[in-house]
């Protein structure tokens, strides 16, 4: 019953927006620290936003600050990923992830996330 589950991805042009969502079946999600996460082809897999439980804390990687914002509905146990601005460098596939700590550190780690999703593809191309 526990299962994250992505989805919004697709192909955008440069300039574009998509919105990502992760339905959280299962979880409260309130209790849990949210990360997004990005791989692209032949990179390893990298921490792009966090926000913490408690939203005390949101972290955003320098690479999409000012472009990429992450928010929570807890009530209906859904995060979303709002992508703006998208750059071909942005192409990858984007995961969700929870922690069940409240707290997101500069730089998140992927060791510090115990539940994931199984991704969308993020295609951004002219």
């Not at 069940?100 to 295609?123: E, K, L, M, R």
Request: glycine share 12%; hydrophobic share 35%.
């Amino acid at each position: 019953q526990l299962q994250l589950v992505e989805s919004g991805g697709g192909l955008v042009q440069p300039g574009g927006s998509l919105k990502l969502s992760c339905l959280a079946s299962g979880y409260t999600l309130d209790y849990y620290s949210i990360g997004w996460f990005r791989q692209a082809p032949g990179k390893e897999r990298e921490g792009v936003l966090c926000i913490s439980s408690s939203d005390a804390i949101t972290y955003y990687a320098d690479s999409v600050k000012g472009r990429f914002t992450i928010s929570r509905d807890n009530a209906k146990n859904t995060v979303y990923l709002q992508m703006n601005s998208l750059k071909p460098e942005d192409t990858a596939v984007y995961y969700c992830a929870l922690r069940g700590f409240d707290y997101c550190s500069a730089n998140p780690s992927i060791a510090h996330f115990g539940a994931w999703g199984q991704g969308t593809q993020v295609t951004v191309s002219s």
